[in-house]
Every structure is written in C-alpha cells, then in structure tokens.
C-alpha cells in the first residue's frame, strides 16, 4: 500500500491513541521483555497443527441425521481470501464415503465414439492447472430471505469457501472421448449413498471445468470429494459433483432430485425457475459482524469478503449510515476472477448506533441488489440464490446484531 507521509503519519497518530492503553510506558518496561528467558520447544511434527490458542471451527446445525446437512465456513475469523481446508463449508447428502484411490474409476460413457474408463493414476497424468476460486452453496444466505435468524456470519454466509483447485480440464477429456453429434448434456454423479448427479449444459462442460484431485497445494479433503470432484467456476456449490465416478453424455438433462425440487426458484407467480448455474455478485462485512463486541469507542479496521460468479470485483462500497451515503472500501490485490477478494476500510467508532454494510459490483457492471430490491422480482417462495446487502447494526455500547 502506498500513502504518503503526511496521510501515514496521521494514521499512526489515529491507532496509537486508539490502542493507548498498549504502548510501553518506559524503556524500562521495554527491557523487562529481553529478560524472560526463552523456553525449549515441543520437537518437530509430520502434518501441521495450528496453535492450541487457534479455537474458529466449523458450526453445524443439529439434524436427525448426522450424515446429512451443512457445516458454515467461520467467515468471522477468516483473514485474507483463502479458506483452509480444515474449514471449508461442508454440504452432505448421505454422508462423506471413504474411497480408496487406487481402486476408483471416472467412467465417461453416452454419446461418445470411445468410452473410459480413466484410474486416478491415469487422471494425474494428464495435463492439469491450479485455479483459485470460490465455492458457494446455492443455499447460502437463504435464511435472508425471511426471518433473519441467523446471528452471526458463519450462519448466515458461512456456506461459501475459496481454495487454489488442481486439476484437469474437463474439455481435454472430453475431446479425447469423441464427443457425437446431437450431444448436449453431460450428466455428473457422485458415488457417495445417494449418488448425488447433476445434469452439465455441454458448452459449459467443454469451456472451464475442472476434473479437480487437488485443494491448498496437497490432496483433496474427503469432505470436499475425495479423490476426485468437479469445480465448475461461478456456479452454484450443488453442480460441482464431488466424489465424481461417472460422466454420461446426453441430449437433455436428467432432471435429477437436486435441479428440480432442490435448488430451483420458485417465482412469486408459481412458477418454478430452473438451473440458476450461475451465482451473482455478493459481499458481505465480516468485521464487524453479528455476535461480535467492539471494545469501545475509536479506530478499527473494518473489512469483509466479496464474490462474483461473473468474474472479477470491481469495486466495493461500505455505509455506515444505513445506506444513505456510500465510500469505496480498498480491495486486496491480486483481484482474481471468481474468488474471495478481501476489502477493508479504515472505520472510527464514535460509540453511536449505526447501520452498516457493503455492496458489490463486478467486472460486467452487475450491482449487488439491495435485499428489497431482490423480493421485489423474486418473491420470498426460494430459500436459494440470495445475494441481497447485508446490514448489521452496530449498538452504542459496541454489540453487533444481525438486522
Ligand atoms: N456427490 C455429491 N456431490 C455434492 C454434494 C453431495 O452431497 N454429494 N453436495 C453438493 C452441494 S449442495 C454443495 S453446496 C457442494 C459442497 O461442497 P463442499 O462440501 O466441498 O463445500 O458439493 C456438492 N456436491
Ligand atoms: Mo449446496
């Protein structure tokens, strides 16, 4: 970051009087730090732990089936854009099965001149890349919709998660497979219990896809779909098929369980809206955010997380006055399309009530919607696709509550 003297001076002055009761009042305290001795540490380890300090976990909500449901990326810890694996969002249907490598198959079959059956030896093989890119469940936010239950941004926006993916193009494999005439669809399944499938548009699938082993720089997580899973970039967290073992090429879609009573938009005039692949232009404020206790009056860093399924954030805006005026929040570079980018914004607290939030717009010009403004076209039938501003009042005594 570059400011100048005059400015960064100014800064330092705002933060040491902010944080006063932190600075060393006398050398002699400042010696007192030299003289405790060092202390011999615990020996070397195979796999990293954090620090037994370090207590932000996933939270999930009590089902009858402890199999199924979802567990929230803890959004109001997280710092920069990348989500560790450990705390990536989760979203299971029967469970997360246990596949041995060696003995997993992805079977490409349908409407191709030459069927595979490919190991994961055989996938890792091909040419692959390394993509960084968001994972958001269609489902994210949904408690927006209605009744904001939700009380803090784990639980209402922890379903979305950002990892470097590795892979292999999907569209190589599909070229090699011959691709027949008349061939439109590719339809994905799981081979966890229930097989979980979604059907593919065929240009999709011959355009970005990734055919992905790898997460963070080391194997997939078996929770996000160990050995192999797709990532489909922008699209909804539902068609990025994990534990992948089957692609069947097809002329239509299958119509599966999870693209039609699930993850489809119910419209306020009683039709259903179907296939909503793509995900919109979303943010949200993560500091400071519901649950969370300012300690008092003064300088903080406000700052949050911004998506588009689009491309690249162009730009985010903060009010602190519930949306009468609007200032643009510095965004972390680099700027990567289709992943959590990081804005912050230097934020006096003057200990009076206020209304805060972010909006984003990305690189096609799309403005993320005001919560009124979504209703108004789509109704609140859905509990999917919810990309509204999201306020949070900021109390007098420095509590922050959902809105
Ligand atoms: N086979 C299979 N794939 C699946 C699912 C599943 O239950 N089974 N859940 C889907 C849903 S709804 C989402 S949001 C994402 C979640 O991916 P994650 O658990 O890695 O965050 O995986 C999708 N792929
Ligand atoms: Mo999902």
Redesign the pocket.
């Known amino acids: 970051m570059r400011i100048s003297g005059r400015s960064s001076r100014r800064r330092m002055l705002g933060f040491g009087a902010a944080l006063g009761g932190g600075l060393l009042a006398s050398a002699t305290e400042s010696r007192a730090v030299d003289g405790v001795p060092g202390q011999l540490g615990i020996p070397l380890g195979p796999y990293g732990e954090r620090s037994p300090f370090e207590k932000a976990v996933r939270w999930r909500r009590d089902t009858k089936t402890p199999e199924t449901g979802s567990s929230f990326t803890p959004l109001q810890d997280s710092v920069g854009a990348i989500t560790p694996s450990s705390l ?6 029967t469970g997360i099965p246990t596949i041995d490598p060696a003995g997993h198959r992805l079977v490409i079959h349908g409407m191709v001149d030459r069927p595979l059956s490919l190991t994961m030896a055989e996938i890792r093989r091909l040419p692959s890349v390394s993509r960084t890119l968001v ?1 958001e ?1 269609g489902g994210n936010s949904g408690s927006e919709w209605a009744v904001k239950t939700a009380p803090d941004v784990q639980r209402s926006h922890g ?1 979305v ?1 950002c990892s470097e993916w590795t892979g292999v193009p999907l569209s190589l494999v599909l070229k090699e497979v011959g691709i027949q005439r008349g061939a439109s669809w590719v339809i994905a399944e ?1 081979a ?1 219990a ?1 097989r ?1 499938a979604r059907s593919i548009p065929l240009a999709k699938a011959l355009d970005n896809i990734l055919l992905a082993y790898g997460q963070n720089g080391e194997a997939l997580r078996p ?3 160990y050995p192999l899973r797709l990532i489909i970039p922008g699209w909804e ?2 068609a ?4 992948l073992h089957r692609l069947k090429v097809t002329d239509q879609p299958y119509m599966t369980r999870d693209e039609t009573s699930k993850y489809s938009d119910l419209m306020p005039d009683g039709k259903a809206r179907i296939f909503t692949f793509q995900m919109e232009a979303k943010s949200v404020i993560t500091f400071p955010s519901g649950g969370q206790t300012l300690s008092g009056p003064g300088l903080y860093e406000l700052t949050g997380l911004a998506w588009s399924g689009r491309g690249r954030i162009e730009r985010v805006e903060i009010t602190t006055d519930g949306g009468r005026t609007w200032v643009d929040a510095q965004l972390q570079e680099p700027r990567l399309p289709i992943a959590l980018t990081r804005f912050r914004l230097p934020w006096r607290f003057e200990g009076r009530e206020e209304l805060i939030a972010s909006r984003a717009t990305d690189e096609s010009g799309y403005v993320q919607p005001s919560r009124e403004a979504l209703i108004e076209v789509r109704g609140t039938n859905s509990g999917y696709h919810y990309n509204g501003i999201k306020l949070w009042r900021v109390q007098a005594d420095g509590t922050v509550t959902n809105v």
Request: aromatic share 8%.
């Open positions: 990536h969002y989760e979203r299971h249907h994972l469940c379903l998660s799981g966890d229930c979980m929770a996000q779909g967290g539902n990025c098929v994990k534990w």
